[in-house]
């Protein structure tokens, strides 16, 4: 073989070598590659136990604290951010008309509690009427009897002369006026009876009265009470809205209120559900404090995707659809001593142990 038939196999197997060589790290890389993806999107052969998310945020019972009276703000207690305690008096309505509306409610309660009592009274004379008439219908009839008898003797007495008939007349009309005096006598009982119903009735109606006035006695008290703005809770303060001597109306939101009590939610992709439960250990890390990693636990899942509790709904039966990953709502409890530093609305970084023992801790 001549030289330059050598040199040529040599120049065709550095090519072949070459070619070899480049298609076995393209493969490399793509390779790599795929095993980037994987190891990112945790998929097998990278599947982990730890479920991560950054769609995560500190929550609280944010309170918005308004008054349920108008008026004019005579003093305000507290300032901006300011921490306060269950009952403090934060700010003060003017109470000058609702403190004459309680004094008035007390004088129509004591007016109404009068004419109740005047009511009894007017019961017991009633009674003592109706036992009056009673007496007088007794008598009547007593009386009529007599009349009967003696109107009976006179008649004797006139049948064999002894008596005139001009007595007789006279004797039949004191019969007669003797038995209307009963009718009389029973319509004034039934009179002062039915009077002693009125009075009884007219009884409940001012019962009625009492107990109307007496709420709004209650009621007007409600209203002063309310002119003391007090905190519901232990809690610091938001930005102060309004100054002294603002006019403000009922429901004017004054301020808000954040109480020490906090928790995380974080809302997680349906495909990391499979393994998360209430009582999973959880550990999360704040932004907002140069990555400070805190402890949690699993509290509770949600019922349902976040898209369920939105105003509205999609409607993924028209059109051309397109598969997004649901989230779902995972209340986390926080557990580290160091929580103090938290504020509502923090993000966070979640990550949630589905490999550990579940702690049944409430």
Request: glycine share 6%; no cysteine.
């Amino acid at each position: 073989m001549s030289q330059q038939e050598q040199n040529h196999n040599a120049g065709r197997e550095r090519t072949n070598r070459l070619r070899i060589l480049s298609i076995a790290t393209g493969a490399g890389i793509a390779i790599v590659g795929v095993l980037v993806i994987l190891y990112a999107w945790q998929l097998p052969p990278f599947t982990s136990a730890i479920q991560s998310t950054e769609n995560a945020y500190v929550r609280g019972q944010v309170t918005f604290i308004s008054p349920q009276v108008s008026g004019y703000v005579t003093a305000v207690n507290v300032l901006d951010y300011q921490p306060v305690h269950k009952g403090e008096v934060m700010m003060t309505i003017d109470d000058r008309i609702y403190r004459q509306r309680v004094h008035q409610a007390q004088a129509q309660l004591a007016m109404k509690k009068a004419a109740l009592d005047n009511n009894v009274q007017q019961r017991r004379s009633a009674q003592a009427v109706i036992a009056r008439n009673q007496a007088a219908l007794d008598n009547a009839k007593a009386q009529a009897v007599k009349s009967g008898l003696d109107l009976k003797r006179v008649e004797n007495l006139v049948s064999d002369g002894s008596l005139s008939i001009r007595e007789r007349d006279a004797s039949r009309a004191s019969n007669s006026q003797t038995i209307a005096e009963v009718q009389q006598a029973k319509a004034t009982l039934e009179v002062s009876r039915q009077d002693l119903q009125t009075v009884i009735i007219n009884h409940a109606s001012l019962e009625a009265d009492v107990a109307n006035t007496q709420a709004a006695l209650e009621l007007a008290q409600i209203d002063l009470e309310n002119t003391r703005i007090i905190a519901p809770r232990d809690g610091q303060l938001g930005q102060i809205a309004v100054r002294q001597g603002a006019y403000v109306a009922a429901g004017t939101r004054l301020t808000s209120l954040v109480p020490q009590q906090m928790w995380i939610v974080a809302n997680m992709k349906e495909t990391q559900m499979a393994h998360i439960r209430p009582g999973l250990p959880v550990s999360f890390t704040v932004d907002a404090l140069d990555g400070e990693k805190f402890q949690g636990r699993v509290e509770y899942i949600s019922p349902a995707a976040g898209s369920e509790f939105s105003a509205i709904s999609p409607d993924n039966a028209t059109g051309n659809f397109v598969k997004i990953a649901q989230r779902i709502p995972v209340r986390i409890a926080i557990t580290s001593e160091n929580a103090a530093r938290l504020r509502p609305g923090m993000s966070v970084e979640v990550d949630i142990d589905t490999s550990a023992a579940v702690d049944e801790a409430k």
